[in-house]
């Protein structure tokens, strides 16, 4: 508390919005500062102030939440076990919008009116609209940074903070901060890894013999638009080339919320030939070949990127990680011209199939989304820019289980995923090179390490976005709710560091570790309990139980598949009084039972529920869902048994994981 009253007295009041500021205002001093306001920047604040330290989150745009709030609804999980703490806590009041214990696809306004609140109910100071302009260092620490105006570059203030936290996509702070990094891919030979650099694969692939040329079988007329003169390396060839971005589409096709899809104003046709030409020779059956048009609530979309040409902008984003605001501007311009244009061309181009143009028609921008920026959204999929060379280096054997690290502060369960990087010619085709999916073990820890600079380049700043990491590697960890669980790992660690008067290379990574577990939401409330098949005790089998290692919550799930009696008891013990909601997680299996049984026992009190399985709708974005069972008041000190049994089922009977969850 004094710490805030002390700040109040050296604080100048700062508007929350960019109208309101003046060219140049007076420094400020704070213990963490943010940069970069995406989803991971605002968790970090969130937890860094209810931890009682003062906070600062800079935004250089005008919007919270990055890609979370900017149209990729489609939540990339891997397995919703690596999702933790503040994040966990994001999609569970994502889903108490929509009625639900958790929801995993959403709106854009919807992500973005919760990083808002974020910001409101721990009265966040944030600054919109400023952006990095110098970072000044002492014997390896940030002593302060100045911010720039985004608009006009104008010099508007100096911020001084005990630690830093590197938010951004792009790792801005960091690479001012004279800390190493990288970018592109590395050759295999430098992590001795199977998958990294150049490599020519078959998926999102253009089918053999489409002509790359001007005028087909004719070299000398040149080549298509967006069509590389670079030769093919050999796979596994390093080089500083980027796998593709784009924007992930929120479109609509409710006639009462849907703008049309008019004609952009550097619209050209040409830009589209190659989709013409595979679409000669490969017809496809239906829009989703070309555009992967995942549904969101109230009739709207989540759009990546599918097939060989579709919404990734390939091969024309090499300058963005390092390029300077006006470059980068002109990438983001470009990508959005091209986008709008392959909209536009879907629906409009005489050429197209008309069963497609029919389609395209259908949607249109969405009225109640982004409207300070006509309904599209401002935050292009910056997929990958620089990456840390840090204190550690995580790479393909880390995702893989080869490697293992006793540090870890998060976990990753995504495939190592990369998009295309180049699209060339080969044999006189066209075609696309980079794209690599490549699955791992679930899930794998992910060292603090490598959210850590070297000791001998900076003390005072964490990086939990572009974290150190190899190109393939960076490709499972990737995600957004792996980055605000680091990103929460990373604020808890500034805090740790300023409590102790450490650098961030030395402290304590168990009491980091323990700090975590104990306090998820950062505020001291009654913890969750998990209780889960694969932990070392509290699980007793009886009967036949086969382990299934895909689709589960966690590692693995159990099944029992034949008629002979077999329970599965998960028992624990209450260490803290509260009304607890008893949840249960369905995996999706074929051949379910339609019905399972549960006997409750606690005390000297038990009782049976039976959970009717037959209409469960499990969403598509997700290996299964929670859920509940029954409620019950609990005591410190009570012992509780969760028994699942076969009995009487027909069909297969899961037994996965238990969650007990404070009423609130």
């Not at 690596?82 to 709106?107: M, P």
């Not at 000044?136 to 100096?158: F, M, Q, W, Y």
């Not at 070299?219 to 080089?239: A, F």
């Not at 292009?380 to 880390?398: F, H, K, P």
Request: net charge negative.
């Amino acid at each position: 508390m004094l710490r805030t009253l002390l700040l109040g007295l050296f604080f100048i009041p700062v508007a929350t919005s960019a109208q309101d500021r003046q060219t140049t205002q007076p420094g400020i001093q704070t213990d963490v500062c943010v940069y970069g306001g995406t989803s991971a920047g605002v968790i970090a604040a969130y937890a860094a102030i209810k931890l009682h330290h003062t906070v600062i989150l800079i935004e250089p745009g005008h919007r919270l939440g990055g890609l979370s709030s900017g149209g990729l609804g489609y939540t990339d999980i891997g397995n919703k076990y690596v999702v933790t703490g503040l994040a966990r806590d994001f999609y569970r009041r994502i889903g108490r919008h929509y009625q639900k214990f958790e929801q995993w696809t959403f709106e854009p306004h919807v992500a973005d009116s919760l990083f808002c609140d974020y910001t409101k109910r721990a009265k966040i100071t944030v600054l919109y609209g400023e952006r990095l302009h110098t970072v000044k260092k002492s014997n390896n620490t940030i002593t302060a940074i100045t911010l720039e105006n985004a608009k006009n570059s104008e010099i508007t203030r100096e911020i001084k903070a005990k630690q830093y936290i590197d938010c951004s996509y792009e790792g801005d702070l960091m690479a001012k901060a004279a800390v190493s990094y990288t970018t592109g891919r590395e050759a295999d030979s430098v992590y001795n890894e199977t998958v990294n650099g150049v490599q020519l694969k078959d998926k999102h692939q253009f089918p053999d013999n489409i002509d790359p040329y001007t005028i087909p079988g004719h070299p000398e007329s040149g080549l298509l638009w967006g069509i590389s003169p670079d030769s093919l390396q050999p796979d596994g060839t390093g080089d500083k080339k980027i796998q593709s971005y784009n924007f992930r589409l929120c479109l609509s096709n409710d006639p009462a919320n849907r703008i049309p899809i008019t004609r952009p104003t550097h619209y050209d046709s040409t830009h589209y030939e190659l989709l013409l030409r595979f679409l000669a020779t490969h017809p496809v059956k239906n829009l989703d070949a070309i555009l992967k048009v995942d549904a969101m609530p109230n009739h709207k979309t989540d759009i990546n990127n599918n097939g060989p040409f579709s919404t990734d902008m390939i091969g024309m984003n090499y300058a963005y990680p390092d390029g300077n605001y006006a470059t980068r501007e002109a990438i983001i311009k470009k990508h959005e011209d091209y986008t709008k244009g392959l909209l536009y061309f879907i629906g409009h181009a005489p050429r197209m199939p008309d069963y497609l143009r029919k389609e395209m028609l259908n949607w249109g921008y969405p009225k109640d989304e982004y409207p300070q920026t006509d309904h599209w959204t401002p935050q292009l999929y910056i997929r990958e820019a620089r990456r840390m060379v840090g204190a550690y280096i995580m790479t393909q054997d880390n995702c893989q289980g080869k490697t293992t690290v006793d540090d870890g502060i998060a976990k990753g369960a995504y495939n190592m995923d990369s998009h295309n990087a180049e699209r060339i010619v080969t044999h006189g085709m066209v075609k696309n090179e980079g794209d690599v999916q490549l699955g791992g073990i679930s899930p794998y820890p992910i060292a603090y390490r490598a959210i850590t600079p070297k000791a001998g380049e900076c003390t005072n700043l964490l990086v939990p976005v572009c974290l150190s990491a190899s190109h393939m590697a960076y490709g499972s960890i990737r995600m957004e709710p792996v980055f605000m669980v680091l990103a929460q790992s990373a604020a808890y660690a500034a805090c740790q560091a300023i409590d102790h008067q450490e650098t961030v290379q030395d402290i304590d990574t168990r009491q980091l570790q323990t700090e975590l577990k104990k306090n998820p939401l950062a505020d001291n409330s009654i913890r969750e309990i998990l209780i889960d098949n694969d932990d070392s005790t509290g699980i007793t089998l009886t009967g036949d139980w086969q382990r299934q290692t895909s689709g589960g919550y966690g590692p693995s799930f159990l099944q029992n598949t034949d008629n002979k009696p077999g329970t599965v008891q998960f028992e624990t013990h209450i260490q803290q009084t509260a009304t607890y909601h008893l949840y249960t997680y369905i995996p999706r299996v074929d051949h379910a039972a339609t019905s399972t049984t549960f006997h409750l026992a606690t005390g000297n009190t038990s009782t049976t529920v039976q959970l009717n399985t037959a209409n469960l709708q499990i969403s598509g974005q997700t290996s299964g869902e929670w859920v509940r069972l029954y409620t019950l008041p609990l005591n410190a000190g009570d012992q509780i048994k969760i028994t699942i049994s076969n009995q009487s089922a027909t069909g297969i009977i899961v037994a996965d994981a238990i969650l007990l969850v404070p009423k609130n």
